[in-house]
């Protein structure tokens, strides 16, 4: 396994690293989402509350699912990219 990594170019270093750092953002953004379900539930049932306030909590939920999809999109597309480089390198070195 050390091997492995000793063998990693900067460029792959630095993809891995962006890409746990998505993923990392992604679920934090993911645990984020029940707190404001908890928030809308809880202002529903409470009696004067603003319907201001609902919709605010639930535009912070879709953000937080929006910005988890796009964290997604975006890792699987640098896992992607350094696939297809990594592959085309190796066909470039076999010719």
Not at 35 to 44: A, F, G, K, P
Not at 71 to 85: D, E, G, H, K, P
């Amino acid at each position: 396994m050390l091997k492995l990594l000793k063998n990693l170019t900067k460029r792959e270093v630095i993809l891995a690293l962006i890409c746990i750092l998505l993923i990392i953002a992604q679920v934090w953004l993911e645990l984020k989402m029940p707190d404001y379900m908890s928030e809308i539930t809880r202002l529903v049932q409470t009696e004067g509350s603003e319907m201001i306030e609902i919709l605010i909590n639930g535009a912070f939920m879709l953000s937080c699912a929006f910005g988890s999809l796009i964290a997604a999109i975006i890792t699987r597309l640098f896992s992607f990219w350094n696939f297809i480089f990594i592959f085309y390198e190796s066909k470039k070195q076999t010719i």
